[in-house]
């Protein structure tokens, strides 16, 4: 009994060191199926979730990317974080919310933020004639890691106006290389 034991504890050592967690999404998505196989790099990825009803939010694996993603866009549009908001940012997954409301959204209890970024959205709309509040954040990426890759993940139901215009934002930037996350429809693939 003492050897199974151990060997149980071994086992479960193993799968604990080298398991990957995922990184928990603001909403729901249900990815369209193809019938490639292309895997989506697990470092230095900026991925761009789109919910069915449109919203937009971006996030990264990466920490130190996203605090200094925060840090470039809130000192360009004067938005301060206090240590509260800061801690909150720190631990949510993906950035959803506008710059408008970005302090008051941090200023909220972790269930709070949970059940309010399903509302909101990162705009698509142009500040002041220039760059859109998603560009920046895209910007602000490619800042913090010039090496990042973009990895668009849209619900098969979004509307297609939505994902071209967002389209349209990252080529107005020249970023014309992305990876568009779907699920593998293995029953299509055998009939290839």
Same mark, same amino acid.
């Given at each position: 009994?003492?050897? +199974?034991?151990?060997?149980?504890?071994? &086992? &479960?050592?193993?799968?604990? &060191?080298?398991?990957?967690? &995922?990184?928990?999404?603001?909403?729901?998505?249900?990815?369209?199926?193809?019938?490639?196989?292309?895997?989506?790099?697990?470092? $230095?990825? #900026?991925?761009?979730?789109?919910?069915?009803?449109?919203?937009?939010?971006?996030?990264?694996?990466?920490?130190?990317?996203? *605090?200094?993603? +925060?840090?470039? *866009?809130?000192?360009?549009?004067?938005?301060?974080?206090?240590? #509260?908001?800061?801690?909150?940012?720190?631990? $949510?997954? +993906?950035?959803?919310?506008? #710059?408008?409301?970005?302090?008051?959204?941090? =200023?909220?209890?972790?269930?709070?933020?949970?059940?309010?970024?399903?509302?909101?959205?990162?705009? #698509? $709309? =142009?500040? /002041?004639?220039?760059?859109?509040?998603?560009?920046?954040?895209?910007?602000?990426? /490619?800042?913090?890691?010039?090496?990042?890759?973009?990895?668009?993940?849209?619900?098969?139901?979004?509307?297609?106006?939505?994902?071209?215009?967002?389209?349209?934002?990252?080529?107005?930037?020249?970023?014309?290389?992305?990876?568009?996350?779907?699920?593998? $429809?293995?029953?299509?693939?055998?009939?290839?």
């Amino acid at each position: 009994m003492t050897p +199974m034991s151990d060997v149980m504890t071994l &086992l &479960l050592c193993f799968f604990m &060191l080298t398991s990957t967690f &995922l990184t928990p999404e603001p909403v729901k998505v249900n990815t369209p199926s193809s019938v490639s196989e292309a895997k989506v790099p697990e470092n $230095d990825v #900026l991925s761009i979730l789109v919910s069915p009803e449109g919203n937009i939010y971006v996030g990264s694996e990466n920490k130190n990317t996203m *605090v200094a993603m +925060m840090e470039t *866009v809130t000192d360009k549009f004067g938005v301060t974080l206090n240590a #509260l908001q800061l801690k909150h940012f720190r631990e $949510d997954a +993906m950035i959803g919310a506008p #710059l408008a409301l970005f302090a008051d959204y941090y =200023s909220l209890d972790t269930e709070k933020m949970g059940e309010e970024i399903q509302k909101l959205s990162i705009p #698509l $709309d =142009s500040i /002041n004639g220039g760059m859109s509040e998603f560009q920046e954040w895209v910007e602000a990426a /490619n800042d913090a890691n010039p090496d990042i890759r973009l990895a668009i993940k849209a619900d098969a139901t979004t509307p297609y106006a939505v994902i071209k215009k967002m389209i349209s934002e990252l080529q107005d930037m020249n970023q014309n290389r992305y990876q568009l996350i779907t699920n593998l $429809d293995t029953k299509k693939q055998a009939e290839l």
